[in-house]
């Protein structure tokens, strides 16, 4: 079956640094890959997608290149901010319609 | 351009009670998928609907069910509550088969006593 693997956390960094979230998977056919964040009592945000191997997702500084050679998805991004912190997943779908999810990597960024 | 609302926000039922949780979805969007979060097995798939028919369902006991009204809007009901549905359960909107992603409501956080 698909399963996405994620690094754990907390992921602890000062401000302004570099981040990278690993993220890797197991599925059958070409999934599409995607990250989402939740910050605490909200649901979850769509951040970034990727549908196709090679393809490169990004918004609002943070971004994931689809690499199906290592069946992998890793979230970076060149500086964080304290608003950054919250709880990161990782997910594919593999055309079914529902979506599998990594364990989440919970990011702390301190001033 | 309304999101995904999740009615109520937060609810608090008692051992061997049925609760009814609700989904609107994204105006336009006919999937509604079903999630639940909890803090030991994560986010789980509980089912998905297409114009009113279930095309997937997670593995979760059949005292979890669900429904799709013909404007898209989504119930899930479970039965005799126990403890251990205990959870955030999250409601997803797409407009076709999830390649362009899902939007998700805030939640309904459950809580069984």
């Known amino acids: 079956g698909n399963s996405v693997t994620q690094m754990e956390g907390p992921v602890t960094l000062s401000e302004e640094a570099f981040l990278t979230i690993n993220c890797t998977y197991t599925a059958t056919g070409y999934p599409s890959l995607f990250w989402y964040v939740q910050y605490p009592g909200e649901g979850l945000q769509l951040l970034l997608k990727?549908?196709?191997?090679?393809d490169k997702g990004s918004n609002k500084g943070f971004e994931a290149t689809y690499r199906k050679e290592t069946t992998s998805f890793h979230l970076e991004k060149g500086s964080v901010q304290v608003s950054d912190s919250a709880v990161y997943f990782c997910a594919l779908d593999s055309g079914y319609s529902t979506l599998t999810f990594g364990k989440g990597t919970m990011l702390l960024v301190s001033p | 351009k309304a999101g995904v609302t999740q009615t109520p926000r937060y609810l608090i039922k008692t051992r061997g009670q049925q609760v009814t949780l609700s989904c609107s979805p994204i105006?336009?969007?006919?999937?509604v998928s079903w999630y639940q979060q909890t803090p030991g097995q994560g986010l789980q798939f509980l089912f998905e609907?297409?114009?009113?028919?279930?095309?997937n369902k997670g593995n979760f006991p059949g005292r979890f069910s669900g429904r799709q009204f013909s404007n898209s809007r989504s119930e899930m009901n479970v039965s005799t509550l126990e403890l251990g549905d205990s959870a955030l359960y999250l409601c997803?909107?797409?407009?076709?088969?999830?390649?362009?992603?899902?939007?998700f409501g805030s939640g309904t956080r459950l809580t069984v006593v």
């Open positions: 609907y297409f114009s009113e028919t279930q095309r």
């Open positions: 105006s336009g969007h006919r999937s």
């Open positions: 997803a909107s797409s407009s076709e088969t999830g390649g362009r992603g899902y939007t």
């Open positions: 990727a549908t196709k191997a090679d």
